[in-house]
């Protein structure tokens, strides 16, 4: 009798385990790496986004691993050649063509074919950077743009006006120098990647290039490069537009030094609302279009970021649906809401990019955008050398001049490594 | 019986063989790894990656960065190593004193070893800073600048500025090294030595330094390596400018692996730095023990 008791229990014990198993295998939880740190403002909405998939979804747990944006890429690196990248992750859009090209990714054309919610046609063209011989390895995220962030008060305390081209914002640099307290404009050279982005928008306004559409040559020999690069260096060197220390200055810090009223403008994209909200929220700023070399000629660069599923992946599938879900207009538009513009054309029809003025500004500046130049592997490599010969220009080793023969020296040296 | 005695004989190494293949793994294959590494054309744009020989070593080599970067690499770990030794020795032999409240001075001292070096390396441009920098504040105040001074943004003054946050991280270890020298040099030597005439500079020249001289040389060795290969200070603070004035090697293996993604030729610089540390503390060790014999 009590053999037999202890039987039945064995049995149901057996069964309970059992159907316990089998209920947690049916839940596949896929790994997503993110440069947004939890810390951030801008999580918030992607939280959101992510717990109304798994509520669409229960079959699929999203577990988030945040990394800083420092060492994103060694880490993703790291882990692909380890064998173990996550399934899905942010893929900065320097890295998207290169790391399809390495193997690294995962082409995602036969997926799209198959899908009622994402098509090629859904995103801006120019932000398909992710293809690699006519396949597509990452789907556009969002991007960043450029505006010129402003201190109020410092602006009407000195009578200036918004400045409407070069002329105009170096008049403005001259009337707010006022030192130790604050200087015009915020200039941070600690960073090559940050001067890249900062440095060519200047170059963008003036129709200069870098190197050629087939990234074969280099082009910042030619006057709209070479006056942008002398306007740029001028800035600082004649106009007296930065705090000093402006060599070790980084990104960060260049918005905390306008945070704290040490500058009167900043150069910077929708994530520094968030970053300006915590460093200094008593701030009363606004934002102009960063002036031309003459009134009405806008420009600056884009990039921002791409979502790829990794080769790597034991959860194809349903790293898929997670993308898939992300990728429609609504979730888009939630998605970038506080971080960047949504490279999904119809998400600009959804809050906030409908209701936000702040979001729809910089979603009109992008009429004005280009990437920095077409996506190739020597990008950060010419970032460096741009970074170089800026700091001799600055550092008065150089002539403007002497420095953009030097760095188109230095461009046809790589491109032809 | 032979067999017996045949077991007995191995039982040691079978002992140690865990352990001797957890290092093989743990040490052995990432060494071997980057040397094949350093052989190949190596990026992390194809997944292509034929053997070139020694294309990187040469290609590093001839790159105009390279000669700047080693003897920036050189300048950095040297200097920061004699400073932490003059800094270290003078602070344990002014501790080793029968002070009040040396023991407690002690412990406080090691504060800046035990700090992350994250830590240190943000906490120096706030100090150094132009414009909220406390020490560029002093300097004003006394009158010594009239502007402030750009430390790690200026070509002059980036180098010692690094090297002063290294040392000011460093030292404590030294201290702590010393400390536990001067400990085992028995008071009769200086008894003795006092009796003889010897005065406070000839007990410390011929008492104190000789039996201090294994520690300190252990300790110098060590201190040059770990200068030589800390990443995290001058990453964090200058990120090796301006220019290239601050770039050491393990910054320019990252920069070289992680932003322009050239594996192969960060292997190659992995390598030149191992090869070089080698040489360098095999040849100094030997020189130090004939000296002693």
């Not at chain 1, 198959?114 to 991007?143: C, F, I, K």
């Not at chain 1, 130790?180 to 940050?194: S, T």
Request: proline share 6%.
């Amino acid at each position: 009798m009590v053999r037999k008791g202890a039987l039945i229990f064995l049995a149901i014990l057996m069964a309970t385990v059992l159907s316990m198993g089998a209920l947690a295998q049916q839940v596949t939880t896929i790994n997503f790496w993110t440069q947004t740190l939890d810390s951030r403002a801008a999580w918030q909405p992607m939280a959101e986004v992510i717990a109304e998939f798994e509520k669409a979804n229960p079959d699929i747990k999203v577990k988030v691993e945040h990394i800083p944006f420092a060492q994103f890429d060694s880490k993703l690196i790291v882990a692909a050649e380890a064998g173990s990248p996550p399934d899905i992750s942010d893929i900065n859009w320097m890295n998207a063509k290169p790391w399809a090209q390495a193997g690294y990714l995962e082409p995602l054309d036969d997926y799209i074919a198959q899908s009622d919610v994402v098509s090629r046609e859904m995103y801006y063209e120019a932000a398909l950077v992710g293809e690699h011989d006519g396949q597509l390895y990452t789907l556009p995220q969002g991007t960043g743009t450029y505006m010129m962030f402003y201190n109020k008060d410092l602006f009407e305390k000195h009578g200036v006006a918004i400045p409407q081209d070069w002329n105009e914002l170096v008049e403005a640099i001259r009337k707010l120098y006022n030192p130790p307290h604050y200087y015009g404009l915020v200039r941070g050279f600690g960073d090559a990647l940050y001067v890249f982005d900062d440095f060519v928008n200047f170059v963008v306004q003036n129709d200069g290039y870098i190197t050629d559409e087939a990234v074969t040559r280099a082009r910042t020999d030619e006057p709209a490069f070479v006056d942008a690069f002398t306007f740029y260096v001028e800035l600082v060197t004649k106009h007296n537009a930065a705090p000093p220390g402006y060599m070790e200055v980084a990104s960060a810090q260049a918005h905390t030094l306008f945070a704290q009223e040490k500058a009167a403008m900043l150069v910077s994209g929708p994530w520094a609302r968030g970053m300006l909200a915590t460093e200094n929220p008593d701030l009363n700023w606004g934002i102009f279009r960063i002036p031309g070399p003459e009134p009405g000629k806008y420009g600056a660069v884009v990039g921002g970021w791409q979502f790829g599923i990794w080769k790597g992946s034991k959860n194809k599938e349903a790293a898929w649906r997670f993308l898939e879900f992300i990728s429609r207009p609504e979730n888009a538009a939630k998605w970038a809401s506080q971080l960047n513009l949504p490279w999904v054309k119809e998400a600009r029809n959804y809050p906030p990019f409908s209701t936000d003025s702040f979001l729809g500004e910089f979603a009109e500046m992008l009429a004005y955008t280009r990437f920095h130049m077409p996506a190739s592997p020597k990008i950060p490599e010419i970032a460096e050398a741009i970074h170089i010969e800026l700091q001799m220009a600055l550092l008065g080793m150089k002539t403007p001049k002497q420095a953009t023969d030097a760095l188109t020296q230095r461009i046809n040296q790589i491109l032809s490594n | 019986m032979k067999l017996h005695q045949g077991w007995r004989r191995l039982t040691p190494y079978g002992l140690v063989l865990p352990s001797v293949i957890v290092m093989c793994l743990i040490m052995l294959y990432p060494f071997v790894k980057t040397v094949e590494f350093s052989l190949r054309d190596y990026t992390l744009y194809s997944s292509h990656r034929p053997f070139v020989g020694l294309a990187n070593f040469a290609k590093v080599m001839k790159a105009e960065w390279f000669g700047v970067v080693f003897k920036n690499t050189l300048a950095w770990s040297f200097w920061s190593m004699l400073f932490q030794m003059i800094m270290g020795l003078s602070v344990a032999l002014f501790l080793h004193r029968p002070i009040p409240g040396a023991r407690v001075v002690r412990s406080l001292v090691l504060l800046p070893w035990v700090m992350p070096g994250v830590v240190v390396s943000t906490i120096w441009p706030m100090l150094l800073s132009p414009l909220f920098g406390p020490v560029n504040d002093a300097l004003l105040r006394l009158g010594l600048i009239q502007e402030p001074i750009t430390f790690l943004g200026n070509i002059r003054t980036a180098m010692p500025s690094v090297i002063s946050a290294n040392v000011w991280s460093g030292f404590p270890f030294w201290v702590l090294m010393v400390t536990a020298g001067l400990q085992n040099i028995p008071d009769e030597l200086y008894e003795a030595a006092a009796i003889d005439g010897a005065n406070k500079w000839q007990q410390f020249r011929y008492v104190t330094l000789p039996h201090l001289s294994l520690i300190l040389n252990i300790t110098a060795v060590l201190s040059f390596i770990w200068s030589f290969n800390n990443l995290t200070l001058i990453f964090v603070m200058t990120k090796g400018g301006p220019l290239y004035f601050t770039r050491t090697m393990p910054l320019q293996i990252y920069f070289s692996g992680f932003q322009q993604h050239q594996i192969g030729q960060a292997s190659a610089l992995a390598v030149i730095t191992f090869v070089f540390i080698a040489v360098a503390v095999f040849s100094y060790l030997r020189m130090t023990r004939r000296q002693e014999m």
